[in-house]
């Protein structure tokens, strides 16, 4: 397999537009984000989505989104019940800066329900998702042991671009998911559930994360990511970096 290196050089050398893309991290909890964003660069992921959780990095989001960095912000099902006082703001947020491109990240998560009761939670989830609606913008969700009923209250809402940060389903999930014209997003973790995951859906169905710094290193790290699917796929690197670029670029109007 190539290194990271190899693939980033010979990518940049095919056309200097090309960049590849994580969509999604969380630059605000880097100590240093702009040294992430370069680092990034260097490697030649040009596109970088970052998701703010709360009030606060909702608002470091808003001035870390310049220069090929792009934000969604929103108040994350663990925040839903501190935080939710900040979810009427977000509409202003979004139209102060022309790279906020989304609503996230959102959802639901049964694995935090001692610090967000399940209500509290629902409530944010939806509040957020006639925010997205208004205005037209896609969202980023976060689900987790709550992909069902998260699932369910997206196509009640009749939500058209959605992407599953962090998928954790299974084929049929995914399949499902598909359907509905939504994304997957596959994080640097492997298991062999996502692998069955990324061998049954179509590339177009597909992006890649890091998740960083939370689950990934950095923003840098997308291109495992991405040579992973490559691999799976039956397709080079660079193949898979140019189609997961156009599908981001796509589906957040970049
Ligand atoms: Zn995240």
């Known amino acids: 397999m190539e290194s990271t290196s190899q693939i980033s050089a010979r990518l940049l050398k095919m056309d200097e537009s090309v960049a590849l893309a994580d969509a999604h991290c969380h630059l605000d909890l880097f100590p240093n984000p702009s040294e992430a964003v370069e680092e990034a660069r260097r490697a030649g992921v040009g596109i970088i989505v970052t998701a703010g959780s709360d009030g606060a ?5 808003l001035q870390l989104a310049k220069n090929g960095v792009y934000g969604v912000v929103g108040i994350s099902p663990d925040f839903s019940s501190h935080e939710s006082g900040h979810i009427d703001g977000l509409a202003e947020i979004i139209k102060m800066n022309r790279n906020i ?10 694995t935090v329900l001692e610090k967000a ?6 409530e944010a989830f939806q509040k957020q998702l006639e925010i ?13 042991k709550a992909l069902k009923e998260v699932m369910q209250i997206l196509k009640d809402s009749e939500m058209d671009r959605v992407i599953f940060h962090y998928f954790e ?3 049929a999930e995914a399949k499902e998911v598909e359907k509905e014209g939504w994304l997957v997003s596959i994080p640097p973790i492997e298991s062999s559930r996502r692998k069955r995951v990324i061998k049954a859906l179509d590339l177009n169905s597909i992006v890649a994360e890091t998740d960083s710094p939370v689950v990934g290193r950095s923003p840098a790290d997308v291109i495992g990511v991405i040579e992973k699917i490559a691999w799976l796929k039956g397709i080079s690197s660079v193949e898979a970096g140019e189609r997961i670029t156009k599908t981001i670029k796509e589906y957040f109007y970049i």
């Open 117 to 122: 009761p399940m209500e509290k939670q629902k």
């Open 101 to 110: 491109v989304g609503i996230g990240e959102i959802g639901l998560d049964n």
């Open 132 to 144: 997205a609606k208004a205005m037209e913008l896609p969202v980023v969700v976060h689900a987790r």
């Open 57 to 61: 990095s909702n608002m470091k989001t």
């Open 169 to 171: 389903g299974a084929e």
